[in-house]
């Protein structure tokens, strides 16, 4: 019984191998973003980044603070960090008046970064429940999300609202940033919903526009009241720029008011909301609303490259780009074409008959034991000898 409980626990080489493999991926495209070598802050604020917080040096009941990559690893190599995955528009205070130390990669620093913002997350507590993730105390399997507004994770059965498949590809606004930004609902009954839009939705936007142009016309019409001298021309100059600006307002129809003006079912205002990746490109980016935007601290999600998808793609292609570069390819520099040639012959040679004593593993279900990588080892160097004995004749 104890043996069949062993081997219903076992994995095989290559689970643990594809797991290593997936989790390297998803490091390296937080951290590929970001640098690992040198301070942030000279950049300013950044856009998007990796950050840090230490408990060792800025502890719960002080004051928040978020490290670089870099710093993290560094100036703060043993301490006690919460990882707090990426955060936008943020300026590494590595070093400032809330440590008591110096940064050792950028020592000038100012005293404080106005205009970083700080939560429950940099004291290493997450979500409305306000607990540590890992949490000790909790038993319960639960994947935990980010609202890419207040940048906050938290569990999906915190969420107010079912969590959709492909959880990756999507982005989520907490219920708490959905009711602080109260025209996100406008949208969230034609974009985050299935479907996406309304009945007649288009009937009524031609109606819309058909109003419009009368008017145009209307004020565009010569007036038939007699004027004389400079007040034809002063009348003409008002005509040219009301017309002016109604164009513009044409050309810049708000599509918050038009989804406004629609009517028809609303979503129930609760809870949070998931939206496509492509959500961003349905909101009005007229003037009126892009005050709104400033207002709110949203501006942001005008930008495409805010997202963190985009960081990620960043990150993975520069990661890629580093690998193009191959440590074995640089020391064959300095080696004859000959000794080239038998090296690349040799290194092929291996990779591909490991691949295939792995997978020979991976069909029968079997675990590879260090006697296994042992005896493949021993393999090659035989082969290796009788190679080199038959080439002595």
Same mark, same amino acid.
């Given at each position: 019984?104890?043996?069949?409980?062993?081997?219903? &626990?076992?994995?095989?080489? +290559?689970?643990?191998?594809?797991?290593?493999?997936?989790?390297?991926?998803?490091?390296?495209?937080?951290?590929?973003?970001? *640098?690992?070598?040198?301070? =942030?802050?000279?950049?300013?604020?950044?856009?998007?980044?990796?950050?840090?917080?230490?408990? &060792?040096? &800025?502890?719960?009941?002080? %004051?928040?603070?978020?490290?670089?990559?870099?710093?993290?690893?560094?100036?703060?190599?043993?301490?006690?960090? !919460?990882?707090?995955?990426?955060?936008?528009? !943020? /300026?590494?205070?590595?070093?400032?008046?809330? #440590?008591?130390?110096?940064?050792?990669?950028?020592?000038?620093?100012?005293?404080?970064?106005?205009?970083?913002?700080?939560?429950?997350?940099?004291?290493?507590?997450?979500?409305?429940?306000?607990r540590p993730y890992p949490d000790p105390d909790d038993q319960v399997e639960d994947e935990m999300?980010?609202?890419?507004?207040?940048? *906050?994770?938290?569990?999906?059965?915190?969420?107010?609202?079912?969590?959709? *498949?492909?959880?990756?590809?999507?982005?989520?606004?907490?219920? =708490?940033?959905?009711?602080?930004?109260? #025209?996100?609902? &406008?949208?969230?009954?034609?974009?985050?919903?299935?479907?996406?839009?309304?009945?007649?939705?288009?009937?009524?936007?031609? @109606?819309?526009?058909?109003?419009?142009?009368?008017?145009?016309?209307?004020?565009?019409?010569?007036?038939?009241?007699?004027?004389?001298?400079?007040?034809? %021309?002063?009348?003409?100059?008002?005509?040219?720029?009301?017309?002016?600006?109604?164009?513009?307002?044409? @050309?810049?129809?708000? /599509?918050?008011? @038009?989804?406004?003006?629609?009517?028809?079912?609303?979503?129930?205002? /609760?809870?949070?909301? #998931?939206?496509?990746?492509?959500?961003?490109?349905?909101?009005? =980016?007229?003037?009126?609303?892009?005050?709104?935007?400033?207002?709110?601290?949203?501006?942001?999600?005008?930008?495409?490259?805010?997202?963190?998808?985009?960081?990620?793609?960043?990150?993975?292609?520069?990661? %890629?780009?580093?690998?193009?570069?191959?440590?074995?390819?640089?020391?064959?520099?300095?080696?004859?074409? +000959?000794?080239?040639?038998?090296?690349?012959?040799?290194?092929?040679?291996?990779?591909?008959?490991?691949?295939? !004593?792995?997978?020979?593993?991976?069909?029968?279900?079997?675990?590879?034991?260090? *006697?296994?990588?042992?005896?493949? !080892?021993?393999?090659?160097?035989? /082969?290796?000898?009788?190679?080199?004995?038959?080439?002595?004749?």
């Amino acid at each position: 019984m104890a043996a069949n409980e062993e081997e219903e &626990t076992t994995v095989s080489l +290559v689970d643990v191998l594809e797991e290593d493999e997936e989790l390297e991926n998803e490091a390296s495209a937080v951290l590929a973003g970001s *640098d690992s070598d040198l301070c =942030s802050f000279p950049q300013g604020y950044v856009k998007r980044q990796a950050l840090y917080a230490c408990n &060792t040096c &800025t502890p719960k009941g002080g %004051e928040a603070a978020g490290v670089c990559l870099a710093c993290s690893y560094k100036c703060h190599e043993g301490h006690d960090l !919460f990882e707090l995955y990426t955060k936008r528009n !943020f /300026r590494c205070d590595c070093g400032n008046s809330k #440590f008591k130390q110096q940064c050792k990669l950028y020592p000038d620093k100012e005293q404080l970064n106005s205009e970083n913002k700080y939560s429950h997350n940099f004291f290493g507590l997450y979500c409305t429940c306000n607990r540590p993730y890992p949490d000790p105390d909790d038993q319960v399997e639960d994947e935990m999300v980010q609202c890419i507004l207040c940048e *906050d994770w938290l569990h999906g059965r915190h969420l107010g609202c079912e969590t959709p *498949d492909s959880v990756e590809l999507q982005e989520m606004v907490c219920g =708490s940033c959905m009711n602080k930004n109260p #025209f996100l609902w &406008t949208y969230a009954a034609t974009v985050a919903t299935p479907g996406g839009r309304l009945e007649g939705e288009e009937e009524q936007k031609e @109606e819309q526009k058909e109003v419009k142009s009368e008017e145009l016309k209307k004020e565009g019409e010569p007036s038939t009241s007699r004027v004389t001298g400079g007040d034809e %021309e002063e009348k003409t100059e008002l005509k040219v720029e009301r017309c002016k600006r109604r164009c513009e307002e044409l @050309e810049e129809a708000c /599509r918050l008011k @038009e989804l406004e003006g629609l009517g028809g079912p609303r979503r129930v205002q /609760r809870g949070a909301v #998931f939206w496509p990746a492509t959500w961003r490109t349905k909101l009005c =980016s007229c003037v009126s609303c892009q005050r709104c935007y400033v207002a709110s601290g949203v501006s942001f999600l005008l930008d495409e490259c805010d997202t963190v998808l985009a960081y990620e793609t960043k990150g993975q292609r520069s990661e %890629e780009a580093q690998r193009g570069h191959d440590p074995l390819m640089s020391a064959l520099d300095n080696l004859n074409r +000959v000794q080239q040639l038998e090296i690349i012959h040799g290194y092929n040679d291996m990779k591909t008959e490991l691949k295939d !004593f792995l997978q020979s593993f991976a069909a029968e279900g079997k675990v590879v034991t260090p *006697d296994d990588i042992r005896r493949f !080892f021993e393999q090659q160097q035989s /082969r290796k000898r009788r190679r080199a004995d038959g080439q002595m004749f």
